[in-house]
């Protein structure tokens, strides 16, 4: 066992160490790889700063030579041959210099030399295709050094051998350019020294090559694509001068603000088999190393990690058994929650997984019901929408919510919850449900109702006795207040302050203090005293008549004390006697109503018996009356037939007189007749001013005594009007309208009867139409009716007449035409009272 545990922990350093060696070595690599880059970098960036400085040092150079030449005293005084000594002096100290040339901006030549084999020749100018393209280029600025493009020298349209690479620095002024061609010859041969593997123009040509297969592509491989070579090149210009790409370096050098070279050197990464091969002694000691540690650790701790292996198999069976016995402990608890705690076990979507037996127990449902149905199905109506509106939202948010809810029973009954659901997850956080303890807080809610309600019951009562009428005050037997309420001290006329520091006794005289007390005595014994009255001090010191009912309440340590004031009960009394009194008044008030009534009764029977009569006496009337009218016209028409005109005329003067007399029987018949109709109480369409001819000429027999009356401005009689001669339709009771109108003729003949001359008395009716209604107007001049009666003429028991009369006709009228949806009204003119009487015209 020992040996083979050694060996497990020998391979385990052994793994560990190679492990161990192989990062070691992989990051030593890349440690070696990233200073390798670096080193390259510095290098290439130290070649490229040569290379500008040696470029710039020419520019520099020639730039002083050309202004030498520019201002040069000779050249402005013409003086050629001093000048051509002097440029040829410089042209020697400077051995790159292949030609200097001074030419007029028109292109005539002032001075040309050039250099052959070491002398320096003057010559004509050769206006080559360089220097006609630059005189009229306009990238060719004044006062200001211009270097072309590198280029090789040609003679006679062929390049010269050997290569010759030359580069033009061109100097113009207002008058003159003077043009430098410049050999790089020995500055492209720096490159080679460098290690430089390509040196490209802005246009991807290549100058350089290190091989020399590429160099100068322009000329000799114009189609080559420098992209082909170096993948990724391009010839805009770097947003940074210096640029790394996984195969080359790249830097660009300046010497225009549109010219430039780019260098271009390989990006030499060393690989992991290089790295290896150069240090492999080195690796294979390290490895040996590792070897050799490994097994000296392995030796060194395998006594005490067989030890330490012994004691964790041993604590691992002791807690296998912990485990074992603690599952059981877990299995019996989890029996007791089961019995005791309600629990819903929830899916995602709220359908119920598991439940408690408690919970199956105490709502009647078996498990087997519960599994599968939505939690919504535990709830009741208020709980549901409560649940589907709010808890829901929170739930799937995976927060926990915890709150009450009424549930229902299987078979009756609701029971509350104090529910917290809790969300679950797996072992990879994800949502797998929720878990719903409960605990039954039914009694709590019992208890919390009954504490609502005995807490609104005691609001009720403070409310009752803070507005009773009466007032009312906790007291003790040392006359200490308790409470009372605001009536009670506002009897006294003191504030709530000012009678909280008062006692019972100290609100009597002195002479009352011992009454009181044997008052109160008598309370503790008999445990009430109703309806007592006493005199009390008000605040004032005014005597105050109280009527007090003291109550022993069941402490037995204090009183209730009730106290109402007497002058509420005095004006109580005085306000029963002013009933009293008017009761009597409208009681003889409606004897004298009900024996109008009775009247009224006797007199209807009266003129029932009398319209009997009347039909009765019209109808025995009206046929001799007919037999009469015939017998009148044969006479009138024998008559006619006389030969003696004095005679004849004598009698049919008579004739006439007889006739209008059968006439006005007839008319006071056809009267008769229709007042002593049957009443027919449905209304029916009546022209208006018929009924009035109606009961003018019931009433002619007193008025043509009284007085001079006009129907629609012509003189009433009831033989010179028809009673068709106007018409105004109205929806009326026939005879109760005809009844309003003899009422207010009446009382219109009674009022002229105070008018001594009959000639001065007149009663005009006028019947018109206005808007939509028939109006009928009563005017007289019998002065009016008195101001002070005339708001109240349609009351019962209301007259102007100091004789006879009761009343009560204006109010029979008024009642009348209020039946029939009509209106009358009075008012006074300058001559007397007018009555309008307006009924809904009838088309």
Not at 537 to 560: A, C
Not at 620 to 627: F, H, K
Request: aromatic share 10%; charged share 30%; hydrophobic share 40%.
């Amino acid at each position: 066992m020992k040996v083979q545990f050694s060996l497990k922990l020998f391979l385990a350093f052994l793994v560990f160490s190679l492990i161990f060696f192989v990062l070691t070595s992989f990051l030593t690599y890349k440690t070696f790889e990233t200073k390798v880059e670096h080193k390259n970098i510095e290098n290439f960036l130290t070649k490229a700063e040569l290379f500008q400085e040696r470029f710039d040092d020419i520019i520099s150079k020639n730039r002083t030579l050309i202004k030498t030449v520019i201002f040069d005293n000779s050249l402005e005084q013409n003086d050629l041959s001093t000048l051509e000594s002097k440029l040829k002096i410089l042209l020697k100290s400077n051995e790159d210099i292949s030609s200097l040339k001074v030419i007029k901006n028109s292109g005539e030549n002032i001075i040309s030399l050039y250099k052959k084999e070491g002398n320096i020749e003057k010559k004509d100018l050769e206006l080559s295709s360089i220097i006609h393209y630059y005189l009229s280029s306009e990238e060719i600025v004044e006062n200001k050094l211009f270097i072309t493009e590198p280029y090789l020298l040609e003679k006679k349209g062929e390049i010269s051998i050997p290569l010759k690479p030359l580069i033009e620095l061109v100097y113009k002024t207002n008058n003159r350019t003077v043009f430098i061609s410049y050999d790089i010859s020995r500055l492209i041969k720096s490159l080679k020294v460098k290690s430089i593997k390509y040196l490209v123009d802005k246009d991807l040509n290549i100058i350089y090559d290190n091989t020399e297969l590429n160099s100068w592509s322009k000329y000799y491989n114009p189609s080559l694509d420098i992209k082909d070579i170096i993948k990724g090149f391009s010839n805009r210009v770097f947003n940074e001068s210096f640029i790394v790409t996984n195969t080359n370096y790249l830097k660009q050098i300046f010497f225009n603000n549109k010219h430039y070279f780019t260098l271009v050197d390989n990006n030499k990464k060393i690989t992991y088999n290089e790295f290896f091969n150069r240090y492999e002694s080195s690796f294979y000691n390290i490895a040996f190393l590792m070897f050799v540690i490994s097994f000296i650790i392995s030796m060194i701790f395998t006594t005490p990690l067989s030890n330490i292996n012994k004691r964790l198999e041993s604590e691992k069976n002791d807690l296998s058994d912990s485990i074992k016995k603690n599952s059981l402990i877990l299995n019996d608890s989890l029996e007791l929650l089961d019995k005791h705690v309600m629990y819903v076990k929830l899916d995602t979507e709220f359908k119920i997984l598991d439940t408690s037996s408690y919970l199956s127990r105490l709502t009647g449902f078996e498990k087997e019901e519960l599994i599968g149905q939505n939690y919504t199905f535990l709830l009741n109506n208020s709980s549901l929408k409560k649940f589907e509106e709010n808890i829901v939202n929170v739930l799937k948010d995976a927060i926990p919510w915890n709150g009450e809810l009424q549930c229902i029973k299987k078979i009756s009954g609701d029971y509350w919850v104090k529910s917290n659901i809790e969300p679950d997850y797996n072992d990879y956080g994800k949502l797998i449900g929720y878990t719903d303890i409960r605990t039954d807080i039914s009694d709590n809610k019992r208890i919390e109702k009954l504490y609502n309600e005995l807490n609104y019951q005691i609001e009720q009562l403070n409310t009752i006795f803070q507005n009773a009428n009466s007032g009312i005050a906790l007291v003790d037997f040392e006359g200490h207040f308790r409470k009372f309420n605001e009536k009670f001290f506002n009897l006294f006329k003191y504030t709530e302050n000012e009678i909280m520091e008062k006692e019972l006794f100290d609100l009597v005289d002195e002479g009352s203090v011992d009454l009181l007390k044997k008052v109160v005595d008598e309370v503790k014994e008999y445990g009430s005293i109703l309806n007592i009255e006493l005199v009390f001090i008000s605040k004032n010191q005014e005597e105050i008549y109280l009527d007090v009912s003291l109550n022993l309440l069941p402490d037995r340590k204090n009183m209730v004390m009730v106290a109402n004031s007497l002058e509420d009960k005095r004006k109580l009394q005085e306000l029963n006697h002013n009933l009293e009194s008017r009761v009597a008044q409208e009681v003889k008030k409606n004897i004298e109503k009900d024996k109008i009534h009775q009247e009224e009764q006797i007199k209807n029977a009266k003129l029932t018996s009398i319209g009997t009569l009347a039909a009765g006496i019209t109808h025995e009337i009206n046929t001799p009356l007919t037999y009469l009218k015939g017998n009148f016209e044969m006479l009138t028409m024998d008559i006619e037939d006389l030969e003696d005109e004095d005679i004849k005329n004598n009698m049919l003067f008579s004739c006439e007189k007889m006739e209008d007399a059968i006439n006005r029987i007839a008319v006071i018949v056809e009267s008769m007749r229709e007042m002593s109709q049957t009443s027919i109480e449905a209304k029916e369409k009546t022209n208006i001013y018929a009924t009035l001819f109606t009961s003018l000429t019931m009433a002619y027999n007193v008025s043509k005594q009284i007085s001079k009356i006009y129907l629609n401005n012509k003189e009433f009689t009831p033989t010179n009007i028809d009673k068709n001669d106007f018409e105004a339709f109205a929806k009326v009771q026939k005879q109760r309208i005809e009844q309003v109108w003899i009422i207010i003729i009446n009382n219109a003949l009674d009022a002229l009867k105070s008018i001594k001359d009959y000639e001065q008395r007149e009663l005009r009716i006028d019947v018109f139409v206005e808007s939509d209604e028939v109006v009928i107007r009563f005017s007289d001049n019998a002065g009016g009716v008195d101001e002070k009666i005339i708001d109240k003429i349609f009351d019962p028991f209301v007259s102007s007449k100091t004789h006879s009369g009761m009343g009560v006709g204006l109010n029979i009228a008024k009642k009348i035409i209020d039946d029939h949806k009509g209106e009358i009204l009075v008012y006074n003119n300058d001559k007397g009272a007018v009555f309008d009487v307006k009924l809904k015209l009838q088309e």
